[in-house]
């Protein structure tokens, strides 16, 4: 730049802008969107390392399963009003889903767009956990919804008893339908953390040649402990352990 | 060696294009392959076709001017540029397909030769050092660590040949741009321009056709220099810091 000649009187060139909100900014370009998508990653999968947990609670029966159900609205009292922390949470998470989806939505168009011609000779495929990022993060996001509709709201739900979480969860994995979708959803699920999780590091610059080897093991470590831990309980249910 | 070639044929910048097939005979196996082509068009000039054009230069795989994609593959089956790779990597009587690269950054000019302005727009955002240049300055005035300028060298390394943007399914620049950021972000002559220089870049790449990162890794494989992947990580985490702390992009 360096400096200007003056005009019309004015002193010294070295006026401070207003840059461009940092947000903005960011939210433009590819890797600052990158990076709303991996931030809003890591809030999902931090609740759902706790929800898989909570989860596990029902294979100590119904009696300490509705006790946690219940005390999950009670959390922060008498600090935080009744609920209060659990739509804390669920405006959290209801905002890091559409975060997360409209940027995937974003990103997306503008990475097909950029390879409008393919290649006659289709070149080997990528990691099955990578190329179904996208229709994979689409079916988890149907499957939230259904299960919002079967366990939160109850509306779908074949009990659907309010306060009665256990009764609930189990009439509705009692059907085997519901169970097989479930599992399909869960392993959809795991190859979303698979990738995305190790996307993520490289998307926020955690990445390293050093720490490479290690966030892949903690990816493939969290996937399957959150796959697991979430197919149990169906298995449960179907199995009678659970019921 | 005999071989059938099946290549991409386009007239020009608007034309539609089809892949060709044609025969080749008597190719030697220390043939390079883009002497095999060179082999192809005196065939076609002596019979009166319009020859194969292809990007090429210096041929010793330090230029960056050639690249195909050869049997789906940027450069081909070894990691190397196309001017280094030899026919001994084929098989008497293969078929290979041999296309341009394909992104809607790089529109194909004619047949194989696509055109890499994009590149430059983004090293013209950035992709330097501004200091004034006369003679070289004594070596050791501006001392830097080994390992710094190892790593600097590493990714200096990029000849900007697209094989990057070529092998990427979302047909992403971001190897390429890290590979120049990386580059001079740490060293201490790029560190006045450390903030400006990764904002300016990341936003000239984005104003081109190119896609975003998806982190296929697809891109380090296919890079005859062996750019890391790990610069996208590197550069990503210089943007995010580049915004946090408010930095200025060049000329605002």
Not at chain 1, 10 to 30: E, K
Not at chain 1, 69 to 79: A, M, Q
Not at chain 2, 10 to 18: C, I, N, S, T, Y
Not at chain 2, 182 to 201: D, F, K, T, Y
């Amino acid at each position: 730049m360096g400096t200007r000649p003056s005009v019309g009187g004015m002193a010294l060139a070295t006026r401070t802008d207003r840059p461009p909100s940092l947000i903005r900014s960011a939210w433009r370009s590819t890797v600052g969107k990158k990076a709303v998508m991996a931030a809003t990653g890591l809030v999902m999968l931090a609740y759902l390392v706790a929800h898989m947990m909570g989860n596990l609670k029902v294979f100590f029966g119904a009696g300490e399963f509705n006790h946690y159900g219940h005390w999950i609205r009670t959390i922060g009292e008498p600090f935080l009003h009744r609920e209060w922390f659990l739509w804390t949470a669920r405006v959290a998470l209801s905002a890091s889903v559409v975060l997360h989806g409209v940027a995937a939505y974003q990103l997306s168009r503008r990475d097909l767009a950029a390879r409008p011609a393919k290649y006659a000779h289709r070149p080997r495929r990528k990691s099955y956990a990578t190329r179904t990022m996208r229709w994979g993060g689409v079916i988890l996001a149907l499957f939230v919804v259904w299960h919002i509709l079967d366990l939160t709201t109850l509306d779908v739900n074949p009990n659907a008893q309010e306060g009665r979480p256990y009764e609930n969860l189990v009439a509705s994995f009692d059907r085997w339908y519901v169970s097989a979708f479930y599992i399909a959803a869960m392993l959809a699920l795991g190859l979303h953390i698979r990738h995305g999780f190790w996307s993520a590091a490289q998307t926020l610059g955690a990445g390293s040649p050093r720490r490479d080897r290690a966030l892949k093991t903690v990816a493939n470590a969290l996937a399957a402990l959150l796959t697991c831990g979430f197919i149990a309980v169906p298995l449960g249910v179907l199995t009678g352990v659970v019921s | 060696m005999n071989l059938t070639l099946r290549i991409w044929r386009q007239r020009d910048a608007a034309g539609p294009g089809a892949m060709t097939t044609y025969e080749v005979t008597g190719i030697s196996e220390d043939m390079s392959f883009l002497e095999m082509l060179d082999h192809l068009n005196e065939e076609l000039i002596l019979a009166g076709d319009d020859p194969v054009a292809f990007d090429h230069d210096c041929r010793e795989g330090i230029c960056g001017a050639c690249g195909m994609v050869i049997n789906g593959r940027a450069h081909g089956p070894e990691r190397t540029t196309t001017c280094q790779l030899h026919m001994r990597h084929f098989r008497d009587g293969e078929t290979i397909d041999v296309e341009p690269w394909r992104a809607a950054a790089f529109p194909v000019v004619k047949d194989l030769v696509v055109d890499r302005s994009a590149f430059d727009r983004v090293i013209a955002s950035g992709g330097y050092v501004s200091a004034p240049t006369g003679s070289a300055p004594e070596a050791h005035a501006t001392p830097v660590p080994k390992p710094v300028a190892d790593l600097a060298f590493e990714h200096a390394e990029c000849i900007g040949c697209g094989a990057c943007v070529a092998a990427c399914p979302n047909g992403s620049a971001m190897l390429f741009t890290a590979a120049k950021v990386v580059h001079l972000n740490v060293l201490p002559q790029g560190a006045p321009e450390r903030a400006s220089r990764v904002l300016g870049m990341v936003d000239a790449m984005d104003a081109q056709s190119f896609g975003g990162c998806t982190n296929t890794g697809e891109c380090a494989t296919a890079c005859p220099k062996g750019i890391p992947l790990t610069a996208i990580s590197t550069m990503n985490r210089e943007y995010l810091r580049a915004t946090v702390k408010g930095g200025v992009r060049r000329g605002t």
